[in-house]
Nanobody, 120 residues
Framework: QVQLVESGGGLVQPGGSLRLSCAAS????????MNWYRQAPGKQREFVAY???????GYADSVKGRFTISRDNGKNTVYLQMNSLKPEDSAVYYC??????????????WGRGTQVTVSS
């Protein structure tokens, strides 16, 4: 059973930083793009950032220049470094990835989420 587990959320003051981690576990042959999404109360889940297996990245306009996504393929882990945090960044952050357990069997997996609260 492949799964994703996020960690690193918490309470931080405006202007502060947090680093989220998301580790994949189970029978893993390969992982394509690894992605971060977030969902604030009363709002739809929204895309935050992605990183391909080759290291190409993309960001939502709202976080560009403040957030940095990276991954350690050897550890099957993706990170989200969040700087200059704003109250509007407060949300539950979810990790998502298509994980292949063999060359043809893919599993679209989501983590359970980690809460990020930006408040003074």
């Amino acid at each position: 059973q492949v799964q994703l587990v996020e960690s690193g959320g918490g309470l931080v003051q405006p202007g502060g930083s947090l680093r989220l981690s998301c580790a994949a576990s189970g029978k893993i042959f390969s992982i394509n793009s690894m992605n971060w999404y977030r969902q604030a109360p009363g709002k739809q889940r929204e895309f935050v950032a992605y990183i391909t297996s080759g290291g190409s990245t993309g960001y939502a306009d709202s976080v560009k220049g403040r957030f940095t996504i990276s991954r350690d393929n050897g550890k099957n882990t993706v990170y989200l470094q969040m700087n200059s945090l704003k109250p509007e960044d407060s949300a539950v952050y979810y990790c998502n990835a298509m994980i292949y357990s063999d060359y043809k069997t893919g599993h679209d997996r989501w983590g359970r989420g980690t809460q990020v609260t930006v408040s003074s």
